[in-house]
């Protein structure tokens, strides 16, 4: 469980995050959500200590993090798994090297040993066989799902989504979304996701906080963010006529008044 | 501001690469590949500056040397000490400061921007032990050897040109290298690959590691590490011949 208190992150005189705080339980996935300069990347960065918050304390499993020397640091952050919105593999390793290299740094396992773990997530992610490709010759799917695969090679407790379905077409962000919630699921991780992607909020938001200039505007699960009245919010997330649909169908799926049939894993069979 | 806060930052930076390895065996891995890349990478660029820059020295100093008082062998002399104190690392080294500097800069640089450099932070690696440090020590390592390779190459080349050019024979070339020979010159010249060797890859390495924008910022830092190690290089090389010649 991640526990955030009162964070105020400020950039100069430019308050960028104010008076956030929210908790994030194992086995959830938790979204951060807001429109772009809302401050949700810097949230992030926070909260895995890319970034000192100027206020406030971030809790670990109730371990304070921000109090922690740089040694508790480092152990917290080998249970950390990211997955970063460029994927950020390592141009010039392999993929198999590149999912290798958490395993290379931090365990004393044999090459048979880690090469098994790699083929596992390798094949979790369903990227069977690309184990001597290089990150340049991957589409923008497979990079994000070999990313995916190098932050849950360590078997993190915590696992961190920035931006996982940008520049993804439909059908791949909900082969991502499945991934996540059902990595989530299987290893009890608390997973946080920043997006701003209504699909991914609507199917495997959990716990959803939406962020407007800086500050905590709303939170709740993603059954209440179908009724909720903040304007903020329903401006941001359901900002087309077609998203405006949507909420409504939705709408009438909770209250029971028509049938909800469908199933996420059904959605991205081919 | 901005000079001393940069000179303030860079300090921090070489302060920060001395932490404790998470693993020694991937630091080896990487210094190994820092030094196949710095070494192996530049021997081509090396070589051939130092043999054109030797023949050069040989028809230059002959060209010079009119009066007939003076007697021939004398050239090799030139060019040995000319090569030996100046050329082989001074001028070697400003082109790699080109060649090495932009490379390292760009490198760290990218890895900045496409947030790998975040990626190792977040699996609680030091990053800048990791990135930085198996570089210098690289450069550290395989510079002093190019030079000395660039020292033998370059007085080769005059030997060459002398010889092709009928200026003067080999033999009487090989007898004005040994004569007034000074061993110090070599020592002198060694010390000075090694201070360049630091300037030439831990200011590259800071400004490609403190890389903010996108590619456009990638290429000037680049521009701007190789301008300022190539100005500190010749500092060093004025400051070094003062002190120690």
Redesign the interface.
């Known amino acids: 469980m991640i526990n955030v208190e009162n964070i105020q992150k400020k950039f100069g005189d430019k308050v960028v995050i104010e008076g956030i705080s929210a908790q994030m339980r194992a086995g959830q996935c938790s979204l951060i959500i807001g429109a772009s300069g809302s401050g949700k990347t810097v949230l992030m960065k926070c909260m ?3 970034l000192t918050p100027d206020q406030g304390s971030i809790y670990y499993n109730g371990n304070s993090f921000t109090a922690m020397d740089h040694k508790s ?3 917290i ?2 249970e ?3 997955l ?3 994927s ?4 010039s390793l392999t993929v198999e090297e590149n999912i290798m ?2 395993l ?3 365990t004393k396992d044999s090459t048979g040993e880690k090469l098994k773990r790699v083929n596992t997530v390798l094949d979790r992610v369903n990227l069977s066989g690309i184990n001597k490709k290089y990150p340049a010759e991957l589409s923008g799917g497979m990079k994000k799902r070999v990313a995916l695969a190098r932050a849950i090679v360590l078997n993190p407790k915590y696992l ?1 989504c920035d931006e996982p379905n940008s520049g993804l077409d439909p059908q791949t962000s909900l082969v991502i979304d499945k991934l996540i919630r059902d990595l989530t699921l299987e290893h009890q991780i608390t997973t946080v996701i920043n997006t701003h992607d209504m699909n991914s909020v609507m199917e495997i938001g959990d716990y959803i906080l939406f962020m407007h200039q800086g500050k905590k505007d709303w939170e709740g699960t993603r059954k209440e963010i179908i009724f909720s009245k903040n304007q903020q919010l329903n401006d941001f997330i359901f900002a087309s006529e077609f998203l405006k649909d949507a909420k409504d169908m939705r709408m009438l799926e909770e209250t029971g008044k028509i049938p909800n049939d469908r199933d996420l894993d059904q959605m991205i069979q081919p | 501001m901005t000079f001393l806060s940069d000179i303030g930052r860079f300090l921090l930076t070489l302060k920060g690469m001395f932490k404790k390895l ?2 020694r ?2 630091y080896g891995k990487e210094l190994i590949r820092q030094c196949t890349e710095i070494g192996f990478g530049s021997l081509g660029i090396v070589a051939i500056i130092s043999v054109f820059i030797g023949a050069v020295s040989t028809i230059q100093t002959t060209y010079q040397l009119v009066s007939p008082l003076v007697p021939i062998s004398t050239v090799a002399e030139i060019v040995r000490d000319t090569v030996i104190l100046e050329f082989a690392p001074t001028l070697v080294c400003v082109v790699l400061a080109g060649v090495i500097g932009s490379r390292i800069a760009s490198e760290l640089g ?1 890895m900045r921007i ?3 450099i ?2 190792l ?5 030091n990053t800048k032990t990791y990135l930085i440090l198996p570089k210098i020590i690289a450069a550290l390592l395989m510079i002093p050897l190019l030079v000395i390779i660039a020292m033998a190459l370059g007085i080769w080349g005059g030997r060459l040109a002398g010889a092709a050019s009928g200026i003067i024979s080999p033999n009487l070339f090989d007898k004005g290298l040994m004569s007034n020979f000074i061993p110090y010159n070599v020592f002198f010249a060694l010390i000075k690959s090694y201070v360049y060797a630091f300037i030439l890859s831990s200011i590259p390495a800071y400004f490609g590691y403190h890389v903010r924008g996108g590619a456009l910022e990638i290429g000037k830092a680049s521009t701007k590490a190789v301008v300022i190690s190539c100005v500190l290089i010749l500092f060093a090389d004025y400051a070094l011949s003062a002190l120690l010649l």
Request: avoid cysteine.
């Open positions: 895995v200590g890319l640091k480092t152990l952050r080998k950390i798994g990211m970063f919105q460029g950020a593999l390592f141009d290299f958490p290379n740094m931090f961190f | 998470e693993n065996q991937m990218n496409s947030e790998q975040d990626a932070e977040i699996m609680g690696i």
